[in-house]
């Protein structure tokens, strides 16, 4: 399990053994299912399927003629010894100028997959003028025949069962508590500036000693005003 590419869910799991084509739309199905396939010797079914996907995701006209003539030599070439279907007395298909096959070889033969006269026919046809959909009957036929005949065997193998033993099996990941994760998502208010002291104000007298400091000046005190006394309140003024 831990040496799939992405870690698969226990549902996402539990739905390969409920549909096939779920099963081949998961990358981690899919590399699990090879797997399974390469222990019965079928692998070059999968691999088949998985190129077709790759030439119909192509776009450059030239790439998509070098993908196909390689598609075809690898998996569809009549000259497999390993060819079950009657050969077709179709001419070998024309294309453009491509890079050579690779020279035959024992390694090479168990690439071939395995197609009825009528597929193998419009194959034909179709790589007169190859484009990203060459092989769709091809890669239909195979399709179905891994899931009619490898799928079921895959659902049943220990593989399968073991994976999905393990998954069901490991905990998942404990959830934090809630004071915890509120404590985590509640960010902490950064501490306020201090406000600086104001500088204190010199005395009006001045610092002894200070440069510029005015000289203190003593202001005299009033003095208290003298009572008036009735008589010189009356007294007219005299000219």
């Not at 053994?17 to 998961?26: A, E, P």
């Not at 168990?110 to 092989?135: A, C, G, K, W, Y």
């Amino acid at each position: 399990l831990s040496a799939l590419c992405c870690r698969p869910t226990l549902e996402e799991i539990q739905s390969w053994g409920q549909s096939f084509d779920r099963l081949m739309r998961s990358a981690a199905g899919r590399k699990v299912f090879r797997d399974f396939l390469r222990g019965e010797y079928s692998e070059e079914n999968i691999m088949f399927w998985l190129a077709c996907e790759e030439l119909k995701r192509e776009t450059d006209p030239d790439a998509v003629e070098e993908k196909a003539r390689f598609i075809y030599e690898d998996y569809i070439s009549i000259l497999s010894p390993k060819e079950v279907s009657p050969a077709s007395s179709s001419p070998a298909p024309r294309c453009a100028p491509a890079p050579p096959a690779p020279p035959a070889s024992s390694d090479r033969v168990l690439l071939q997959v395995s197609l009825d006269s009528r597929v193998r026919e419009i194959v034909n046809r179709n790589m007169v003028e190859p484009t990203p959909h060459t092989f769709d009957e091809a890669q239909l036929q195979i399709y179905t025949l891994m899931h009619r005949d490898s799928y079921p065997r895959f659902v049943n193998s220990p593989l399968y069962k073991t994976l999905a033993r393990l998954s069901s099996a490991e905990p998942p990941p404990s959830a934090p508590s809630a004071a915890t994760a509120h404590a985590n998502s509640t960010p902490t208010a950064p501490n306020a500036p201090t406000a600086p002291t104001a500088p204190t104000a010199p005395s009006a007298a001045g610092a002894p000693g200070a440069p510029g400091a005015a000289p203190a000046v003593s202001t005299p005190a009033a003095s208290p005003a003298q009572p008036v006394s009735p008589a010189q309140a009356q007294a007219p003024s005299v000219q």
